[in-house]
């Protein structure tokens, strides 16, 4: 039985965080590198003049530059649904009495927020990084007193 819950939590931890990115991802995609690329660039760089290679150079620079950009705005969307969703699961998880469905949903939460900020951490402005991070430690440490007090 203590195995079954081990999995039941384990899984929920797991599928969570994935549910939030495809979720985003299904209204939202992410862009694709390959939809950003110069076509043989390397092949057709050697064979090219200088001028050309000049030309091929700042086509490649400018698709990267909107890669980046349109990245950056999939990160921020992630970003919004991933941190409020977390912290959401968290005060789920430990409101719920089922051990292995509480204990799931509490480290997916956890892991659905690390997921929000490694995307979008650089371009997060210095007092919602604080803000957001301070939210998300009182949520931890009430849930910590609440589901972890001597009853």
């Known amino acids: 039985m203590l195995a079954k819950k081990i999995a039941l939590g384990f899984g929920i931890a797991i ?7 495809y979720g985003v991802s299904a209204f939202s995609p992410p862009p694709d590198w390959r ?6 660039f390397y092949e057709r760089h050697e064979r090219a003049s200088v001028e050309e290679q000049k030309q091929m150079e700042a086509e490649r620079t400018e698709l990267e530059g909107q890669f980046m950009a349109e990245s950056i705005q999939f990160q921020k969307r992630l970003f919004y649904v991933d941190v409020p969703f977390g912290i ?3 005060i789920t998880g430990a409101l719920i009495t089922l051990p292995a469905v509480g204990t799931g949903l ?4 956890i892991i659905s927020i690390t997921v929000g900020y490694i995307g979008y951490w650089n371009e997060l402005p210095e007092p919602l990084r604080f803000i957001s991070l301070l939210i998300a430690f009182i949520v931890l440490i009430f849930v910590g007193y609440k589901k972890l007090e001597k009853r």
């Open 15 to 21: 599928v969570f965080p994935m549910m939030l990115y």
């Open 35 to 40: 939809d950003y690329e110069v076509a043989n």
């Open 88 to 90: 959401a699961a968290i």
């Open 106 to 109: 509490i480290f997916g939460g």
